[in-house]
């Protein structure tokens, strides 16, 4: 049986290169897939044309006309641009006629238009945004949420954990994922007047909750899934971003400084390359959208060809392990 | 004439050793200054003896009888100890026996124990801890609030923006230094309830106001002071740390993991060397703490000795600069 994954080919920045050769990666790497590629007609064709390996794939490109730009308002983007590559992908989706849709576009946008399309589970109030990154232990977190949630409830953080849990357990195997609710401290009466009363929700919760982590435990692999307003979680991610960007910048200017550190740097690339996967977080495919009716996977904007073939992979995962069937058990039995 | 800085001898995890050496280090490097060590008299008196430069220091121990642990409650200890390292200190502070103090100690203990003995500069609802840290640009970049006063008010904003403006003009000798209100897209409109009504609270201030900057903008230095709640800003602060250390040790396994790069990282050693320090945020002299009647510098539980004396050298020079007066007449005047 074909599992077929829709993909916005006009999302990422160097669109849409890296969507093409992405999609030709994974139907060459997963058998029984087939991926659609949604864009431009005409354009796409010659694209995807121009591959070596494109003869043959098991590719098929479906018409879009309208592209959401990077830096377009998510509001008038779902209204107005009802022809865009994430509004058919999603109803695709909606159709069944895909198993998820994968995009590494304008995140608001994606993430407004899967409600507007594909809406929410039922239980869920808002559906939140989950970011995978690798830590020095070697093995995943996730932080949920961090999709512009902003001035959540103390509902909300308990079905955003419920939701980031039944993930962390499908896609990654594990039995029973550790929940940390992301604050300032360890004690219970630590943080703000949103996390106490998060905290007073959570532990009631039947899953294996840590209590209250702090900023510092999220890249030290101490805990699995950590649960957060989506405020926070979005500037906790940029923060991120622009600190590694930083760090290899020093870096680069540190080995150019000796001429005996520049003879180290070429010895050391290999280390290099190896350093700058291990931090690549696109090894984990994107962020999963949880608790919409469907599966979307937003992925970075600077993502590269094998960031789409895992995005691809993991919509796949994603349908096949009944997530959102668990996901929509198991907030209606917590009754938060 | 004299300039007298109280050290707490007692915070650092490796106290009282890089607070000797460093309160060594600061008179020798700085003409005019004396040092106050706090701590228990007996012990410090044999520490400071072992040392070949104490002879002759211009420093002085003065006697304190209890230490506040990291993991103490601050609460409790400030009503519980008052005759801590902290609270001896600040009371020299008080009395004018010390133009500032400076503390590796327990951060939280350190804001109560000074908004207790010293009190809020007059137009200050909130004294707020900002920290100055290294950016790819080369130049400081200042985060405030990162002291935990939690669930601030669009008026605690904009009062935070204020006292981190006038410090950095002081410190940094920034004539204009731009502000930026730490938020998560840059239209006026992109943000949460808080982030929204401060910036229009923000843009009326006779500042170089940048409006919203995101996450990313912390560390490439496209602004000098970024505002933001201090639930917020402890955890970018904590997860800054962490993923520093996360950067560290996979860097380190990547270099051990080829013989060719074992040799690589031996040759380009010096360079890491150059690189750590110009990561490590110490050179800057660790947090003040804004909007108190006096001078109080928080440095990091790690803090070497390099770290206390140039914390020594930021008080002094916070109290040569007028900061405080400029807060009283600035807070004033904006009325915020």
Known sequence: METIVAVDAMGS???????????????????GVKVLLIGPEAQLKADLAGHPSAAGANIEIVNATQIIGMHEK????????????????????????????????????????????????????RPALASVF???????????????NVDSKPQNLAQ????????????????????????????????????RQAFTLLKEIPFNFLG??????????????????????????KISEGLVDAVRFLLKESLNSTITSQVGALLSRKAFTNFGRRLDYSEYG???????????????????????????RVAKQYHESGVNPR?????????V
């Open 13 to 31: 920045d160097r669109a849409p290169n890296p969507e093409i050769e992405g999609a030709l990666l994974a139907v060459r790497h997963y058998p």
């Open 327 to 335: 996901i929509e058990q198991e907030l209606t039995a917590a009754r």
């Open 160 to 195: 955003f954990a419920i939701m980031g849990e039944i993930y962390f357990r499908a896609i990654f195997g594990v039995p029973k994922p550790s929940v940390g609710l992301l604050s300032i401290g360890e004690e219970e009466t630590k943080g703000n007047e949103l996390t």
């Open 134 to 148: 690798p830590t020095s232990k070697g093995k995943p977190s996730m932080l949920i949420d961090v999709g512009a």
């Open 212 to 237: 209250n982590v702090e900023g510092r435990d999220l890249y030290n692999g101490s805990v699995d899934v950590i649960v957060c307003d989506g405020f926070v979680g979005n500037v906790a991610l």
């Open 286 to 312: 994107g962020a999963p959208l949880l608790g919409i009716k469907g599966v979307a996977i937003v992925g970075h904007g600077a993502s590269n060809a094998n960031a789409i073939k895992n995005a691809i």
């Open 74 to 125: 998510p509001v008038q983007a779902v209204r107005g641009k009802k022809d865009s590559t994430m509004h058919v992908g999603l109803r695709l989706v909606r159709d069944k006629l895909a198993v998820g849709f994968v995009t590494a576009g304008n995140t608001g946008a994606a993430m407004a238009t899967a409600k507007m399309v594909l809406g929410a589970l039922p239980g869920v109030d």
